[in-house]
């Protein structure tokens, strides 16, 4: 079967600005999904901001393994309630790839528990990526570095707890360095950051991103769907025997 | 200069409850911070969610360095703001203990990104803490292992993510395992969850979990307040010379 | 095509002892691979310490995914340069299965650079297992805990380094805990320890065990095969332009 | 009471190359050392691999909190029994600091279970280090990135085990990255490896890199010695009572 892919576009720039949509005519989302389609074995749809609920109810969740999550200048208008569905979905095993600036939005803010802050410049500068763990299974066909002639910097401190695992660093013109794809695995799903994407460069054109983007999906492909909870196991069921002791308030 | 310990109380069993008050007659938190009073080098304080803005005001934040959390029936009158102000005073710093159901508060979630569930009983079973951890500042003067007589039991599978260094796992009567003491760093802070503390049993009269929160007081005490940002370096400011290319929709 | 599994068996106790030749007839690592070989997709064959250059030849590797481990009363037969020319493939991409008692294999403690030292018993005590990690390939299909009514306890402090996943924690009648499966990554292999497996126990006819392992197996398929080593790149063929400054002393 | 600090020389280089005594006249260990003993609390003693057992006999490790490690040219002429015997201090709670092409050593790589391969060139570039995690008590008084005029280059990828922290990435002229500063816990010790310091450049001349040492020195000192083993519990010395069942090869 093949993995469904839900690709999330905050659909924003990519109507208001010209110099977006010259370089993606149908939205940077369709850009992304029509890359992913070209994939044997997955099956990407595109969903946005203005869509009911922002295109992420129950049922298109419960239909999707993977979300990929594009988003800069309208993380505030993602509704909180909405923000904590799609956690809670990754908790419960479905695979999350936050795309550049998602750094900032809700979802992958509640999901690291942390600011997700950084230094940025725009300057179209050089970007070159570094594969620092060549066994992974999102750095298979990567080469050992590639280049991005003109990208908006991100520079360290990057605000993440210790990623699980690292797979790029990225080396830029200007000076800086930034850990460009790391891992985390949340409950039952696993969660991968890309760095390049920046709306005003045909980044999601380049066929290395493309790449890079597929592994993270078939990666986060999930094994299962497992439901949390906080049950009850009562004395006279638990697994060795009991004799109860003191008193409770409950 | 001491450690100045924030001792936050929930409070609310403890005014409720006589079985409780038996135990804790002047509440949890005064226990807590009467035994880290013992401990040269480290003054403590408490503060409780009846207080003004639960007691965490700014000013109070900002003359804490370690705040400790024992929370259960009133996780939901924590204000969101509180709980966000408490988060964010970690990411630059602030160490944080989480006692027992503190689990489940806001504060823990927040900085976990995840739902912190677990399987519980209330059957004053044995529990028997085995250091796993040795080395670690949180296990010094600590037996490899230590029992309690009666105390709630929790189980796996604990919500969290991988923990950084696991310190501490419970075996208890009934069959259950539990990784009880475990410790993430959250930007600049450092976060440790040390499981006993169940409020119908004399937990915090034990002279080894006074030692193991001295301990950890001592282990998550700041080395700097750290200022998060997303600062913009123009391109004219860049370390390396650049010529800047593309456009902006900013 | 099949993952190739090479099951390696230490065979000293499989020879000498009537107790164990009555459970496992033919020797633990054949009971081992049978297993495997009625898993579809997997394709396992078995090689012995006796076997020239214990069975693990360069050629033998060079048809192995994943390597599985079984040893105990013979750790110190097993020759360096065999031990070091498996660590190598294992950095290299092969997968490693390592096998209760072989904990303390040359290969085992030199890839964690550690001792690997822990408590233990032989007393057929109950084991109990843990599952802590639901959503990880090793625990599906594998329930929320399971028992071994007979088994040697293995007890912390477990002299590893803190694994980058754990999988399961092991509740023991006699009243210890163990981390008893764990995974690291080492270069582009992946390795995984899994505890059960006292040679006087019919610990490998389980089910749930037997599926733990084909379930590590097909976790730990080589992704690729990364060829390590200390390139140097000449000045003249940096990516970005350089003027040499300063001596040398080669 | 003063951390005592021994710092290991390979001594070699300075020795052979006028080049390289031009800068440590003294050899680079002196360099090191007399910058250590500058900072109150640290008590630092140089030893070289021409010495007596290396200068690591067990009286010296007894009388040693953190070691330093520089070597180079003559990493196979160190014994594996003393390489082994430092690796296991460590285990035990010593603290090991490992300076630039110690990253082929035989105690780094034994302790990491890792080649420890890397890129190179030697071109006298300039490199910047950024601080990624500045809450570390590493990066204590460390700007946020700071500059050596003429270095040897280490690129990507560094064949290590994921960092337990990661606290520097360098930015080099000619274009590559490298994870410069990092930690792992091993036992009761903990390891930082830091980059900088080819022999041919003043680099333990710089105020900064001296700082990063002594901080690390700071931050390595041992929580205590812990003595590892694999004690047998006899089933009659149970924490819980048991009955034995099944029979023993032993």
Wanted: hydrophobic letters at 40%; one cysteine or more; aromatic letters at 10%.
């Amino acid at each position: 079967m093949s993995i469904r892919v839900t690709v999330w576009g905050e659909n924003v720039h990519d109507q208001r600005h010209q110099l977006v949509k010259d370089i993606y005519p149908r939205g940077m989302h369709s850009c992304i999904a029509e890359a992913l389609n070209t994939v044997p074995g997955i099956k990407a749809r595109t969903v946005t901001l203005q869509d009911h609920e922002h295109g992420l109810t129950e049922q298109v969740l419960d239909e999707t393994d993977v979300l990929t999550w594009w988003g800069h200048a309208a993380h505030g208008e993602v509704r909180d309630d909405i923000a904590a569905r799609v956690a809670d979905r990754v908790l419960k095993g479905m695979g999350l790839i936050v795309l550049h600036s998602g750094h900032h939005s809700k979802v992958f803010k509640r999901l690291m528990g942390h600011n997700c802050d950084l230094l940025w410049r725009e300057a179209g500068e050089k970007e070159r990526l570094w594969t620092v763990n060549p066994g992974h299974p999102i750095a298979q066909g990567i080469p050992a570095h590639f280049e991005l002639a003109h990208e908006e910097m991100y520079g360290e401190p990057f605000g993440i707890p210790e990623p699980d695992e690292l797979v790029f660093i990225s080396w830029f013109q200007g000076g800086e360095v930034f850990r460009s794809g790391a891992t985390w695995r949340r409950g039952a799903g696993k969660v991968f950051y890309f760095r390049p994407g920046h709306e005003t460069y045909p980044t999601y054109h380049d066929a290395t991103v493309k790449k890079v983007i597929a592994n993270a999906v078939a990666w986060a492909k999930p094994e299962c769907r497992f439901g949390w909870g906080c049950p009850n196991v009562p004395a006279d069921k638990a697994l060795e025997p009991l004799t109860v002791h003191g008193g409770s308030v409950h």
